[in-house]
């Protein structure tokens, strides 16, 4: 799959599944513009990327303002003329339980996580309608926003809400020839060797072992087996999928459902707190599990 006439930006791609990403999509063929907090690492991962013939910037900020944001577009259209996809992956994370995590760490990563991708989604989502011939914008989701995550109370509320965008990008932004989807990627990375029953196994794959067929199976790889997906959703192939968001790592693909109404049922004039006590005799066989799967 060729992207040689594609421009895309990866934000907070100077390492790990960013960094992935960057360089898949220009091994195809795009123009990128490498951004992270780190210049050091942007500059790798850009070196990394021209070393192997491709095309690669860099743009060294902090994704949240809308400075930020109007700077990485602009830096793409001044070196490449355009820009195609908006790959926000960019954000902090800081693993604190509800009674530990401080206001600035919970606005931490919201700002990155949340604020960057509104943000670089606007930003982008004007040079794509001012151009006129579509776009891509690929969010970056977690399990942790679907599910749920114990001690990531700040991180899992920043997933859900990019979901959310998702959903409602998908609908304003589809006149204008825009596809708007949500990756929900895993991957052995840095973040994974924080999770104590991975952390041996981040450290063996780092150092050149192939991760447990066990583990790919349940969709846990390496950066790069999620890289393909990003390489997919920004070619003319995916024109026609917006809306979605996809489960992707190791040997595994999925496709998360909107949420539903599990039971629904109705009672003449409404209820009282009293009724609600009596009818939750029924109810409660529709409960759902506040526990993720396998817990």
């Known amino acids: 799959m060729r992207l040689d006439d594609k421009v895309a930006i990866v934000t907070g791609s100077g390492r790990g599944l960013g960094r992935a990403?960057?360089?898949?999509?220009?091994?195809?063929?795009?123009?990128?513009?490498?951004?992270?907090?780190?210049?050091?690492?942007a500059a790798e991962t850009v070196a990394a990327i021209t070393g192997a013939g491709g095309r690669a910037v860099a743009e060294v900020c902090a994704v949240g303002t809308a400075e930020s944001a109007d700077a990485l577009v602009q830096r793409a259209v001044a070196e490449f003329g355009r820009l195609d996809v908006m790959c926000t992956n960019a954000g902090a994370l800081r693993d604190r339980t509800l009674g530990k995590v401080t206001d600035e760490e919970f606005d931490l990563v919201l700002n990155s996580h949340v604020r960057g991708t509104f943000t670089c989604g606007r930003a982008a989502a004007a040079r794509f309608r001012e151009q006129g011939d579509g776009g891509r914008l690929i969010l970056v989701g977690s399990p942790a926003g679907q599910y749920g995550s114990f001690g990531q109370t700040a991180y899992a509320a920043s997933k859900a809400a990019i979901i959310a965008m998702v959903r409602v990008w998908s609908i304003e932004l589809a006149k204008a020839g825009v596809t708007v989807n949500a990756i929900v990627p895993i991957a052995l990375t840095r973040m994974a060797a924080t999770i104590p029953n991975l952390a041996e196994v981040v450290a063996q794959v780092e150092a050149g072992a192939p991760v447990p067929p066990e583990l790919r199976r349940r969709g846990i790889g390496t950066v790069q087996d999620v890289a393909p997906l990003v390489v997919f959703l920004s070619s003319a192939e995916s024109a026609g999928i917006t809306g979605q968001y996809f489960g992707f790592g190791g040997d595994k693909f999925a496709i998360w459902a909107h949420p539903k109404e599990e039971f629904v049922t109705h009672r003449e004039g409404g209820w009282t707190a009293d009724q609600l006590a009596e009818d939750f005799a029924g109810f409660s066989k529709h409960l759902q599990s506040h526990l993720p799967p396998g817990r």
């Not at 990403?21 to 690492?41: F, M, Q, R, S």
């Open 21 to 41: 990403y960057a360089e898949a999509l220009a091994a195809a063929g795009a123009g990128v513009v490498v951004n992270d907090i780190d210049g050091d690492a």
